[in-house]
């Protein structure tokens, strides 16, 4: 069986167990070695599987604390909006900080490209593209991290890809609340096919204009959702 289907089931079970109440909103999941036992599965089928719950809107993932649930129902407008409202500021905080990352990722990934890097962002950009066609907010997610995370690779700066990591774990539940709305993963879409353009074309001005606009638009449509 492959690892794919493996966390796709635990994912199932888990989601199951959250409906019908066995885990209660509020409550802290169990540790990954405990669902390991309970499941007879490995870790990364356990992480993989809570990285869908959280794309869903069933469970929030805090980074050094656990998994929590958040939600008996997919991606319930409430619990979206209260997030948004409850981490306003971080949010901000992390905009400014990416789109200083990004904008020098830019700059950089450009001097170094080869067709290599350049055919391997137009592939993720593809799978990008395909996944929004499919409402698949979970693959969204991992498609809109490969996207950026392959620009700050290109950069060849192991501390810039070490700030972008940290970055996208951190606020990935940003990413899954946000891609849930279809007008902003359709505004991502079209703002990668700009982004990827002037990269094409080494256009370092115009890629770093339409990043920072896709960053801020991004900011904007969060607003929104959460009603401000």
């Known amino acids: 069986m492959k690892a794919k289907s493996v966390s796709e089931s635990v994912y199932l079970k888990l989601r199951e167990m959250i409906e019908n109440g066995t885990f209660t909103v509020g409550q802290k999941l169990p540790t990954e070695q405990a669902l390991c036992a309970l499941f007879g599965v490995g870790r990364s089928s356990v992480r993989e599987a809570s990285r869908i719950l959280q794309a869903k809107g069933f469970v929030e993932i805090k980074r050094g604390s656990g998994v929590y649930v958040v939600s008996k129902t997919e991606n319930a407008p409430e619990n979206m909006s209260r997030w948004l409202l409850d981490n306003k500021e971080s949010i901000l905080n992390y905009m400014q900080v990416r789109m200083a990352i990004e904008d020098l990722a830019i700059t950089l990934f450009i001097q170094n490209q080869d067709k290599k890097q350049l055919k391997a962002l137009q592939r993720i950009e593809k799978s990008f593209e395909e996944a929004v066609e499919q409402g698949d907010v979970y693959r969204m997610v991992a498609m ?74 991004s900011v904007q449509n969060a607003i929104n959702m959460a009603g401000l």
């Open 144 to 217: 809109d991290e490969a996207f950026h995370g392959a620009i700050a690779r290109g950069t060849g700066n192991s501390l810039l890809i070490s700030i972008n990591k940290q970055l996208e774990e951190t606020f990935q539940q940003y990413r899954n609340i946000t891609f849930a709305n279809a007008e902003n993963r359709n505004a991502a879409v079209e703002a990668h096919r700009k982004i990827l353009d002037a990269i094409s074309i080494r256009d370092t001005n115009s890629a770093k204009y339409n990043m920072r606009n896709h960053l801020q638009v």
